[in-house]
């Protein structure tokens, strides 16, 4: 069976970083769900916060520097996406966004995804619904039902007895591995193969009838 790839976006600014702290809970949760099942996966982490001028870079340019691309490119063609943003101002983060912004707006298209969001306190826990998941809708990405808000008071003495930060990752990390396990693994094509872009059983021969109409 070939192994799945979990690629995981941690938007956090500061080191360390409670949102890389929830990011690290989730991705853990999410590859001993595929293990029971059976299912070989790895994890991809990438922190945000070391790619931000490049980012702005790529804002300013339209170039993606090359450590942005190979990070992007690892993103985007991963099996499962894992995003993790701090709450400012009642939304995700500028450079969340930021991220986002760079990418093609096809490049997530349906690929699943489990969205968490952190902060010093449980009212922002709707902007994941009414910030967040919109988002990614517009990308016409595949968020699972359950997102994980973690506010500062889950990580300490008096977290939520009713529903623990525990039981809403192992939730969100089982509807992740559901989708990752339903999902066709995706084969890469060589760019040097002509079916990459002439179609597969196509040859030159037929793009050039093609071209002169036959």
């Known amino acids: 069976m070939t192994a799945r790839r979990i690629a995981v976006v941690s938007a956090g600014l500061s080191n360390p970083s409670s949102t890389r702290m929830l990011a690290d809970k989730l991705s853990g949760a999410v590859l001993a769900d595929l293990r029971e099942r059976g299912v070989e996966a790895s994890v991809d982490t990438f922190e945000l916060r070391e790619y931000a001028h490049d980012i702005t870079n790529n804002l300013l340019t339209g170039f993606a520097p090359p450590a942005l691309e190979t990070m992007i490119n690892a993103v985007v063609s991963a099996d499962a996406l ?28 349906g690929k699943p995804v489990l969205i968490g969001a952190n902060a010093g306190t449980a009212r922002h826990s709707l902007a994941i619904d009414y910030a967040i998941r919109p988002l990614f809708a517009y990308l016409h990405a595949e968020a699972v039902s359950t997102g994980v808000f973690a506010a500062s008071s889950d990580w300490g003495a008096r977290a939520d007895d009713v529903s623990p930060l525990s039981a809403r990752i192992e939730r969100g990390a089982r509807e992740l591995a559901d989708a990752v396990t339903r999902r ?9 193969d002509p079916e990459a872009y002439l179609g597969k059983g196509g040859s030159f021969g037929h793009l050039l009838g093609g071209l002169t109409g036959e």
Request: proline letters at 11%.
């Open 184 to 192: 066709p693994v995706e084969q890469a094509l060589d760019p040097f």
């Open 82 to 109: 894992i995003v993790v943003t701090p709450i400012f101002s009642t939304s995700y983060s500028g450079l969340f966004k930021s991220f986002i912004d760079v990418l093609d707006p096809d490049a997530l298209q």
